[in-house]
T-cell receptor
Framework: DADVTQTPRNRITKTGKRIMLECSQTKGHDRMYWYRQDPGLGLQLIYYSFDVKDINKGEISDGYSVSRQAQAKFSLSLESAIPNQTALYFC??????????????FGPGTRLTVL | GNSVTQMEGPVTLSEEAFLTINCTYTATGYPSLFWYVQYPGEGLQLLLKATKADDKGSNKGFEATYRKETTSFHLEKGSVQVSDSAVYFCALSDDGGTSYGKLTFGQGTILTVHP
């Protein structure tokens, strides 16, 4: 079974619309992350959360917001989508108890297109 | 701040050729180093890791050695297969070696292997 799941997998929307991307994980990880992937730019961190009460901005948080509804759920919102937010979005989780490796587990991604 | 620089791609090889993808980093403290792989249409998955200087990570025939003196973590494989075609990301976690932390990614290197 997949550890980290994302919904939807694909979404096409129009400029100005509010969009929510959802992420769930099943292994009890403490930390969760949202990344954006653009061709040739690798992954850029949008927001991260070390636990339910701790939310932090990443490198490119402008235009995005997040909510950590529970330890297992971390959603990303685009309040008013714009075309340059067209990208592949990944959720990740880390922090298995006793782990020292820093390994992150990634979801399958959401392809978002803003027209 | 932390940064990771990977050799530019794309890299195109014939099956059974030798692969090297260079990765150098800049970090404070004592980072852990990772190689992640992204197969077409999928999320990232951990390929190998090294948590301290001179450690060698290995998996699926791939190897990388943590070289603190040259701040490098080059990925190598002696004989690539068509199924190795993917995007490879070098990353570091600058967490002082004590706990899991945020990842800083390189820009990714596209590898294509032809029969």
């Amino acid at each position: 079974d997949a550890d980290v799941t994302q919904t939807p997998r694909n979404r096409i929307t129009k400029t100005g619309k509010r969009i929510m991307l959802e992420c769930s994980q099943t292994k009890g990880h403490d930390r969760m992350y949202w990344y954006r992937q653009d061709p040739g730019l690798g992954l850029q961190l949008i927001y991260y959360s070390f636990d339910v009460k701790d939310i932090n901005k990443g490198e490119i948080s402008d235009g995005y917001s997040v909510s950590r509804q529970a330890q297992a759920k971390f959603s990303l919102s685009l309040e008013s989508a714009i075309p340059n937010q067209t990208a592949l979005y990944f959720c990740a989780a880390s922090g298995e108890r006793g782990s020292r490796s820093g390994e992150q587990f990634f979801g399958p991604g959401t392809r978002l297109t803003v027209l | 701040g932390n940064s990771v620089t990977q050799m530019e791609g794309p890299v195109t090889l014939s099956e059974e050729a030798f692969l090297t993808i260079n990765c150098t980093y800049t970090a404070t403290g004592y980072p852990s180093l990772f190689w992640y792989v992204q197969y077409p249409g999928e999320g990232l998955q951990l390929l190998l890791k090294a948590t301290k200087a001179d450690d060698k990570g290995s998996n699926k025939g791939f190897e990388a050695t943590y070289r603190k003196e040259t701040t490098s973590f080059h990925l190598e494989k002696g004989s690539v297969q068509v199924s190795d075609s993917a995007v490879y990301f070098c990353a570091l976690s600058d967490d002082g070696g004590t706990s899991y932390g945020k990842l800083t990614f390189g820009q990714g290197t596209i590898l294509t292997v032809h029969p």
